[in-house]
Protein backbone atom coordinates (compact mmCIF):
# COMPACT_ATOMS: atom_id res chain seq x y z
CA UNK A 1 0.00 0.00 0.00
CA UNK A 2 1.07 3.18 -0.57
CA UNK A 3 1.32 5.94 2.24
CA UNK A 4 1.54 9.40 2.01
CA UNK A 5 4.97 10.74 0.50
CA UNK A 6 6.39 7.25 -0.17
CA UNK A 7 5.73 7.25 -3.92
CA UNK A 8 9.07 7.65 -5.32
CA UNK A 9 9.89 10.61 -7.11
CA UNK A 10 10.50 9.50 -10.17
CA UNK A 11 7.04 8.78 -10.48
CA UNK A 12 5.97 12.23 -9.69
CA UNK A 13 8.06 14.11 -11.93
CA UNK A 14 5.83 15.35 -14.93
CA UNK A 15 6.33 12.68 -18.05
CA UNK A 16 5.67 13.91 -21.03
CA UNK A 17 4.45 17.35 -22.39
CA UNK A 18 1.82 19.32 -24.37
CA UNK A 19 1.63 18.27 -28.25
CA UNK A 20 -0.10 20.63 -30.47
CA UNK A 21 -2.93 19.56 -32.64
CA UNK A 22 -3.74 19.34 -36.20
CA UNK A 23 -6.96 19.28 -38.02
CA UNK A 24 -7.57 16.95 -41.00
CA UNK A 25 -5.58 19.34 -43.06
CA UNK A 26 -3.10 19.26 -41.20
CA UNK A 27 -3.56 22.85 -40.06
CA UNK A 28 -2.47 23.83 -36.33
CA UNK A 29 -4.23 23.96 -33.72
CA UNK A 30 -2.66 27.76 -33.09
CA UNK A 31 -5.26 28.58 -30.30
CA UNK A 32 -3.81 26.07 -28.13
CA UNK A 33 -0.10 27.67 -28.59
CA UNK A 34 1.65 29.76 -25.78
CA UNK A 35 2.59 33.35 -27.12
CA UNK A 36 6.80 32.17 -27.04
CA UNK A 37 5.06 29.31 -29.75
CA UNK A 38 3.26 31.88 -31.60
CA UNK A 39 6.20 33.87 -32.20
CA UNK A 40 8.02 30.91 -33.82
CA UNK A 41 5.36 30.30 -35.98
CA UNK A 42 5.21 33.47 -37.23
CA UNK A 43 8.65 34.11 -37.75
CA UNK A 44 9.24 30.86 -39.71
CA UNK A 45 6.75 32.66 -41.88
CA UNK A 46 9.49 35.20 -42.51
CA UNK A 47 7.18 37.81 -40.71
CA UNK A 48 8.66 40.03 -37.42
CA UNK A 49 8.48 39.45 -34.15
CA UNK A 50 5.75 42.01 -33.38
CA UNK A 51 3.43 40.62 -35.53
CA UNK A 52 3.09 37.30 -33.13
CA UNK A 53 2.07 39.63 -30.67
CA UNK A 54 -0.62 41.33 -32.36
CA UNK A 55 -2.12 37.48 -33.75
CA UNK A 56 -1.65 36.41 -30.16
CA UNK A 57 -3.47 39.39 -28.83
CA UNK A 58 -6.42 38.77 -31.52
CA UNK A 59 -6.86 34.69 -30.61
CA UNK A 60 -6.74 35.80 -27.06
CA UNK A 61 -9.68 38.79 -27.69
CA UNK A 62 -11.76 35.78 -29.11
CA UNK A 63 -11.85 35.87 -32.77
CA UNK A 64 -13.08 32.93 -34.20
CA UNK A 65 -11.54 33.58 -38.22
CA UNK A 66 -8.49 35.14 -38.90
CA UNK A 67 -10.00 37.68 -41.27
CA UNK A 68 -11.24 39.91 -37.72
CA UNK A 69 -7.41 40.73 -37.29
CA UNK A 70 -7.51 43.87 -38.87
CA UNK A 71 -4.10 45.27 -38.33
CA UNK A 72 -2.89 42.18 -39.93
CA UNK A 73 -1.42 42.32 -43.29
CA UNK A 74 -3.39 40.09 -46.02
CA UNK A 75 -0.51 38.34 -47.24
CA UNK A 76 0.11 36.84 -43.50
CA UNK A 77 -3.60 35.98 -43.17
CA UNK A 78 -3.55 33.83 -46.60
CA UNK A 79 -0.39 32.13 -44.79
CA UNK A 80 -2.05 31.22 -41.18
CA UNK A 81 -5.70 30.08 -43.04
CA UNK A 82 -3.13 27.52 -44.90
CA UNK A 83 -1.15 26.77 -42.21
CA UNK A 84 -3.43 27.02 -38.77
CA UNK A 85 -7.02 26.84 -37.51
CA UNK A 86 -8.92 28.91 -34.88
CA UNK A 87 -10.92 26.60 -32.60
CA UNK A 88 -14.75 27.78 -32.23
CA UNK A 89 -17.18 26.71 -29.65
CA UNK A 90 -20.96 26.56 -31.50
CA UNK A 91 -23.87 27.18 -29.60
CA UNK A 92 -26.12 24.11 -31.08
CA UNK A 93 -28.70 24.28 -28.04
CA UNK A 94 -29.62 25.89 -25.03
CA UNK A 95 -31.29 25.18 -22.03
CA UNK A 96 -31.96 27.72 -19.49
CA UNK A 97 -33.64 26.62 -15.94
CA UNK A 98 -36.92 28.68 -15.00
CA UNK A 99 -35.56 27.64 -11.25
CA UNK A 100 -32.49 29.31 -10.87
CA UNK A 101 -30.90 30.59 -14.06
CA UNK A 102 -28.84 27.91 -14.65
CA UNK A 103 -27.82 27.53 -18.71
CA UNK A 104 -27.13 24.37 -19.95
CA UNK A 105 -25.05 24.36 -23.35
CA UNK A 106 -24.21 22.21 -26.34
CA UNK A 107 -21.38 22.91 -28.24
CA UNK A 108 -20.67 21.99 -31.72
CA UNK A 109 -17.06 21.84 -32.48
CA UNK A 110 -15.14 22.21 -35.53
CA UNK A 111 -14.94 18.59 -36.32
CA UNK A 112 -19.14 18.29 -35.69
CA UNK A 113 -18.37 16.40 -32.14
CA UNK A 114 -20.41 17.92 -29.12
CA UNK A 115 -19.92 18.59 -25.44
CA UNK A 116 -21.61 19.97 -22.47
CA UNK A 117 -21.09 22.74 -20.56
CA UNK A 118 -23.03 24.92 -17.50
CA UNK A 119 -23.35 28.59 -16.53
CA UNK A 120 -24.12 28.82 -12.95
CA UNK A 121 -24.78 31.98 -11.42
CA UNK A 122 -23.13 32.21 -7.00
CA UNK A 123 -23.24 34.99 -4.97
CA UNK A 124 -19.70 34.99 -5.90
CA UNK A 125 -20.00 35.66 -9.26
CA UNK A 126 -20.48 33.05 -11.76
CA UNK A 127 -19.12 29.78 -12.69
CA UNK A 128 -18.99 27.82 -15.68
CA UNK A 129 -18.59 24.02 -15.40
CA UNK A 130 -16.51 22.64 -18.66
CA UNK A 131 -16.07 19.40 -20.77
CA UNK A 132 -12.22 18.31 -21.39
CA UNK A 133 -13.25 15.37 -23.00
CA UNK A 134 -16.06 14.16 -25.94
CA UNK A 135 -17.52 11.07 -23.87
CA UNK A 136 -15.33 9.19 -20.69
CA UNK A 137 -13.30 6.09 -20.61
CA UNK A 138 -14.47 5.87 -16.68
CA UNK A 139 -17.60 4.26 -16.76
CA UNK A 140 -19.14 5.21 -13.51
CA UNK A 141 -22.93 3.60 -12.97
CA UNK A 142 -24.14 7.31 -11.66
CA UNK A 143 -22.77 9.66 -14.76
CA UNK A 144 -24.52 10.25 -18.16
CA UNK A 145 -21.45 10.86 -19.94
CA UNK A 146 -19.59 7.93 -19.63
CA UNK A 147 -23.43 5.66 -21.34
CA UNK A 148 -22.20 7.19 -24.96
CA UNK A 149 -18.48 6.13 -24.20
CA UNK A 150 -15.09 8.08 -25.20
CA UNK A 151 -14.99 9.49 -28.84
CA UNK A 152 -11.33 11.90 -28.19
CA UNK A 153 -9.68 14.13 -25.82
CA UNK A 154 -10.80 18.15 -26.17
CA UNK A 155 -7.60 20.27 -27.41
CA UNK A 156 -6.86 23.58 -24.63
CA UNK A 157 -8.51 26.04 -27.06
CA UNK A 158 -11.62 23.77 -27.39
CA UNK A 159 -11.64 23.97 -23.45
CA UNK A 160 -11.14 27.84 -23.86
CA UNK A 161 -13.74 27.73 -26.23
CA UNK A 162 -16.82 26.88 -23.78
CA UNK A 163 -15.83 29.69 -21.66
CA UNK A 164 -15.43 32.47 -24.35
CA UNK A 165 -18.90 31.47 -26.19
CA UNK A 166 -20.90 31.12 -22.31
CA UNK A 167 -19.58 34.44 -21.80
CA UNK A 168 -20.41 36.05 -24.68
CA UNK A 169 -23.86 34.56 -25.21
CA UNK A 170 -24.81 35.68 -21.49
CA UNK A 171 -22.96 39.01 -21.31
CA UNK A 172 -21.18 38.03 -18.23
CA UNK A 173 -17.89 37.68 -16.76
CA UNK A 174 -17.10 34.31 -15.65
CA UNK A 175 -14.55 34.04 -12.41
CA UNK A 176 -14.80 30.65 -11.49
CA UNK A 177 -14.39 27.69 -13.99
CA UNK A 178 -15.05 23.67 -12.97
CA UNK A 179 -13.70 21.16 -14.71
CA UNK A 180 -16.20 18.85 -13.66
CA UNK A 181 -18.31 18.30 -17.02
CA UNK A 182 -17.83 15.67 -19.56
CA UNK A 183 -14.67 13.27 -19.78
CA UNK A 184 -11.96 13.00 -17.04
CA UNK A 185 -9.75 15.74 -16.62
CA UNK A 186 -6.54 13.37 -15.54
CA UNK A 187 -7.18 11.31 -18.42
CA UNK A 188 -6.55 14.36 -20.73
CA UNK A 189 -3.64 15.46 -18.41
CA UNK A 190 -1.10 17.56 -20.40
CA UNK A 191 -4.29 19.45 -22.87
CA UNK A 192 -5.03 20.35 -19.20
CA UNK A 193 -2.19 21.60 -17.98
CA UNK A 194 -1.52 23.37 -21.04
CA UNK A 195 -4.84 24.93 -20.45
CA UNK A 196 -4.75 25.96 -17.17
CA UNK A 197 -1.49 27.92 -18.04
CA UNK A 198 -3.65 29.81 -20.99
CA UNK A 199 -6.42 30.57 -19.11
CA UNK A 200 -4.87 31.97 -16.24
CA UNK A 201 -2.48 34.01 -17.82
CA UNK A 202 -2.32 37.75 -17.75
CA UNK A 203 -2.70 38.10 -21.54
CA UNK A 204 -5.49 35.12 -21.71
CA UNK A 205 -8.52 35.25 -20.02
CA UNK A 206 -6.64 36.30 -16.59
CA UNK A 207 -8.80 33.89 -14.40
CA UNK A 208 -6.95 33.43 -11.13
CA UNK A 209 -6.00 29.94 -10.62
CA UNK A 210 -7.70 29.78 -7.34
CA UNK A 211 -10.59 30.16 -8.97
CA UNK A 212 -10.40 26.87 -10.75
CA UNK A 213 -11.36 23.72 -9.35
CA UNK A 214 -10.81 20.54 -11.38
CA UNK A 215 -12.58 16.92 -10.49
CA UNK A 216 -10.69 13.77 -10.44
CA UNK A 217 -12.56 10.00 -10.09
CA UNK A 218 -9.39 9.19 -9.10
CA UNK A 219 -6.02 8.59 -11.79
CA UNK A 220 -3.52 8.52 -8.88
CA UNK A 221 -0.78 8.75 -10.49
CA UNK A 222 -1.73 12.10 -12.55
CA UNK A 223 -3.05 13.07 -9.16
CA UNK A 224 1.04 12.94 -7.70
CA UNK A 225 1.99 14.46 -11.19
CA UNK A 226 -0.65 17.59 -10.72
CA UNK A 227 0.70 17.89 -7.39
CA UNK A 228 4.47 18.95 -8.96
CA UNK A 229 2.91 21.74 -10.74
CA UNK A 230 1.93 23.17 -7.30
CA UNK A 231 -0.59 25.09 -9.46
CA UNK A 232 -3.01 26.19 -6.53
CA UNK A 233 -6.43 24.99 -7.87
CA UNK A 234 -8.66 22.64 -6.07
CA UNK A 235 -8.25 19.32 -6.41
CA UNK A 236 -11.96 17.79 -6.38
CA UNK A 237 -12.19 13.98 -5.96
CA UNK A 238 -15.39 11.93 -7.16
CA UNK A 239 -15.25 9.46 -3.82
CA UNK A 240 -19.03 8.25 -3.39
CA UNK A 241 -18.09 5.44 -1.48
CA UNK A 242 -16.38 4.88 1.84
CA UNK A 243 -14.86 1.42 0.59
CA UNK A 244 -13.39 -0.55 -2.18
CA UNK A 245 -16.36 -3.10 -2.44
CA UNK A 246 -18.69 -0.41 -2.52
CA UNK A 247 -16.84 2.15 -4.47
CA UNK A 248 -15.43 -0.53 -6.92
CA UNK A 249 -18.97 -1.26 -7.80
CA UNK A 250 -20.02 2.03 -9.06
CA UNK A 251 -16.76 3.18 -10.39
CA UNK A 252 -14.66 0.93 -11.78
CA UNK A 253 -11.21 2.78 -11.66
CA UNK A 254 -11.30 1.79 -7.97
CA UNK A 255 -10.42 -1.62 -9.26
CA UNK A 256 -6.70 -0.17 -10.46
CA UNK A 257 -6.14 2.35 -8.06
CA UNK A 258 -8.33 1.52 -4.66
CA UNK A 259 -9.13 3.67 -1.98
CA UNK A 260 -5.93 3.55 0.06
CA UNK A 261 -3.70 4.49 -2.77
CA UNK A 262 -6.19 7.40 -3.74
CA UNK A 263 -6.38 8.74 -0.31
CA UNK A 264 -2.57 8.64 -0.09
CA UNK A 265 -2.46 10.33 -3.18
CA UNK A 266 -4.33 12.70 -1.65
CA UNK A 267 -2.90 13.88 1.31
CA UNK A 268 0.35 14.03 -0.17
CA UNK A 269 -1.31 16.63 -2.80
CA UNK A 270 -2.86 18.37 0.53
CA UNK A 271 0.49 18.57 2.03
CA UNK A 272 2.09 19.38 -1.15
CA UNK A 273 -0.18 22.22 -2.45
CA UNK A 274 -1.14 23.41 0.77
CA UNK A 275 -4.56 23.56 -0.58
CA UNK A 276 -7.83 21.80 1.05
CA UNK A 277 -9.06 18.74 -1.10
CA UNK A 278 -12.47 19.14 -1.76
CA UNK A 279 -14.06 14.65 -2.08
CA UNK A 280 -17.74 14.92 -3.85
CA UNK A 281 -19.90 12.53 -2.80
CA UNK A 282 -23.29 11.52 -4.69
CA UNK A 283 -25.59 10.60 -1.94
CA UNK A 284 -27.48 7.67 -3.43
CA UNK A 285 -30.75 6.25 -1.25
CA UNK A 286 -30.17 2.98 0.08
CA UNK A 287 -26.65 3.02 -1.66
CA UNK A 288 -24.37 4.75 0.05
CA UNK A 289 -25.91 7.21 2.37
CA UNK A 290 -26.31 4.83 5.57
CA UNK A 291 -24.88 5.92 8.84
CA UNK A 292 -22.33 3.14 8.68
CA UNK A 293 -20.63 4.65 5.80
CA UNK A 294 -20.69 7.89 7.32
CA UNK A 295 -18.87 6.57 9.97
CA UNK A 296 -16.36 4.85 7.69
CA UNK A 297 -15.57 7.66 5.87
CA UNK A 298 -15.49 9.75 8.68
CA UNK A 299 -12.26 7.68 9.94
CA UNK A 300 -10.59 7.61 6.49
CA UNK A 301 -10.65 11.18 6.35
CA UNK A 302 -10.03 12.35 9.86
CA UNK A 303 -6.85 14.37 10.18
CA UNK A 304 -6.81 15.67 6.50
CA UNK A 305 -7.25 18.74 5.05
CA UNK A 306 -10.24 18.56 3.23
CA UNK A 307 -13.55 18.80 2.93
CA UNK A 308 -16.35 16.58 1.46
CA UNK A 309 -19.40 17.76 -0.66
CA UNK A 310 -22.55 16.03 -0.26
CA UNK A 311 -24.56 15.94 -3.72
CA UNK A 312 -28.00 14.46 -3.80
CA UNK A 313 -27.19 12.21 -6.83
CA UNK A 314 -29.00 13.08 -9.92
CA UNK A 315 -32.00 10.90 -11.42
CA UNK A 316 -29.99 9.04 -14.81
CA UNK A 317 -31.58 7.31 -17.15
CA UNK A 318 -30.91 3.71 -17.42
CA UNK A 319 -30.01 3.47 -13.82
CA UNK A 320 -32.41 2.96 -11.02
CA UNK A 321 -31.09 5.16 -8.32
CA UNK A 322 -32.94 7.73 -6.52
CA UNK A 323 -31.28 10.82 -4.47
CA UNK A 324 -31.07 10.11 -0.53
CA UNK A 325 -33.87 11.83 2.19
CA UNK A 326 -33.24 15.50 3.62
CA UNK A 327 -33.07 13.65 6.62
CA UNK A 328 -30.55 11.10 5.36
CA UNK A 329 -27.94 13.91 3.87
CA UNK A 330 -27.99 16.12 7.58
CA UNK A 331 -27.48 12.42 9.32
CA UNK A 332 -25.19 12.20 7.47
CA UNK A 333 -23.00 15.34 7.85
CA UNK A 334 -23.42 15.16 11.63
CA UNK A 335 -21.86 12.02 11.77
CA UNK A 336 -18.90 13.66 9.48
CA UNK A 337 -18.40 16.62 11.75
CA UNK A 338 -17.79 14.10 14.68
CA UNK A 339 -15.04 12.67 12.99
CA UNK A 340 -13.73 16.88 12.50
CA UNK A 341 -14.64 16.20 8.86
CA UNK A 342 -16.42 19.59 7.43
CA UNK A 343 -19.35 18.56 4.83
CA UNK A 344 -21.86 20.61 3.33
CA UNK A 345 -24.93 19.80 0.92
CA UNK A 346 -25.11 21.18 -2.35
CA UNK A 347 -27.34 22.88 -3.83
CA UNK A 348 -28.99 21.46 -6.61
CA UNK A 349 -28.86 23.77 -9.44
CA UNK A 350 -30.90 22.88 -13.23
CA UNK A 351 -32.68 20.17 -12.50
CA UNK A 352 -35.23 21.09 -15.14
CA UNK A 353 -32.99 21.11 -17.43
CA UNK A 354 -30.62 18.32 -17.21
CA UNK A 355 -27.97 20.17 -16.09
CA UNK A 356 -26.04 16.83 -15.32
CA UNK A 357 -22.84 17.12 -18.06
CA UNK A 358 -23.83 13.86 -21.01
CA UNK A 359 -27.62 13.93 -20.21
CA UNK A 360 -28.13 16.49 -23.42
CA UNK A 361 -25.60 15.62 -25.60
CA UNK A 362 -27.51 11.55 -25.58
CA UNK A 363 -30.40 12.90 -26.05
CA UNK A 364 -29.65 15.56 -29.14
CA UNK A 365 -27.16 12.14 -30.88
CA UNK A 366 -30.38 9.75 -30.01
CA UNK A 367 -32.21 12.00 -32.08
CA UNK A 368 -30.33 11.96 -34.70
CA UNK A 369 -28.30 15.45 -34.00
CA UNK A 370 -25.11 13.87 -35.33
Given at each position: ????G ?6 I ?9 Y ?25 Q ?14 V ?14 E??K ?11 K ?34 L?IS ?6 M ?9 G ?5 L ?6 C ?10 I ?37 R ?9 V?R ?14 V ?8 L ?10 Y ?21 F ?5 S???D ?14 M ?20 S??R???F??I????S?T ?8 S?I ?9 K ?7
Amino acid sequence: MVQSGEMSKSKIQPSGCFEPAYDGDGRLDIKSLNQEEITKQILAMGQQKFRAKQVFDWINKGVENFDEMTNIPRSLIEELKKKCYISVAHIEKKQVSLYDGTVKYLFKMNDGEYVESVLMKYHHGYSLCISTQVGCKMGCTFCATGKGGFTRNLTPSEMICQIEKAQKDSEIRISNIVLMGMGEPLDNFYNVVRFIQLVTSDNGLNIGVRHISLSTCGLVPRIYELSEYNFGLTLSVSLHAPNNILRSNTMPVNKKYPIEELLAACRYYAEKTKRRISFEYAMISNVNDMDECAHELGKKLKGMLCHVNLIPVNNVVETDYRKSSKDRLESFVKILEKYSVTATIRRTLGSDIDASCGQLRGKHISKGGV
